[in-house]
């Protein structure tokens, strides 16, 4: 069993429902597979940086899984056949990006003043 993260940017004529609908179709073809799904993310509506089939934007969606290496064949044979999905990218996270993720998740480096507050606090209280 392998970390995986997959991102992927569906059509943005989809509805806001029907985007949900289809993360939630590929949730279950890994759920099927007997993958562990770890974390979904919708990122939302996002500027392409190029345009892809006409489209200057896109809905962003991550999913953060553990699975054996034959699962990825089919989520990715599922994303060719879905209309919907424009791009898809599906990378191996080692054990450094493994602890990233779970950081991120928690919060750690989320860019609310708070956080700079309490930094410049204890910068201060060092010097």
């Known amino acids: 069993m392998k970390n995986y993260e997959t991102v992927f940017i569906l059509n943005p004529v ?3 429902d029907q985007m949900k609908d289809t993360v939630e179709k590929f949730v279950k073809v890994l759920k099927k597979a007997n993958a562990n799904v770890i974390n979904v993310e ?4 996002k500027k392409l940086a190029y345009p892809i089939q006409h489209k200057s934007t896109g809905f962003y969606a ?3 899984f553990t699975a054996a290496s034959t699962v990825v064949n089919t989520l990715e044979t599922e994303y060719r056949r879905d209309e919907s999905v424009m791009r898809f990218l ?3 996270l080692d054990k450094h990006a493994v602890a990233y993720n779970e950081r991120r998740r928690k ?3 989320s860019k609310n003043k708070e956080n700079k507050k309490t930094t410049r606090k204890t910068e201060e209280e060092l010097a």
């Not at 919708?42 to 509506?45: F, V």
């Open 62 to 64: 991550l999913i953060e």
């Open 42 to 45: 919708h990122w939302g509506l």
């Open 90 to 92: 599906t990378t191996v």
């Open 14 to 16: 989809l509805s806001e």
């Open 107 to 109: 919060g750690e480096f």
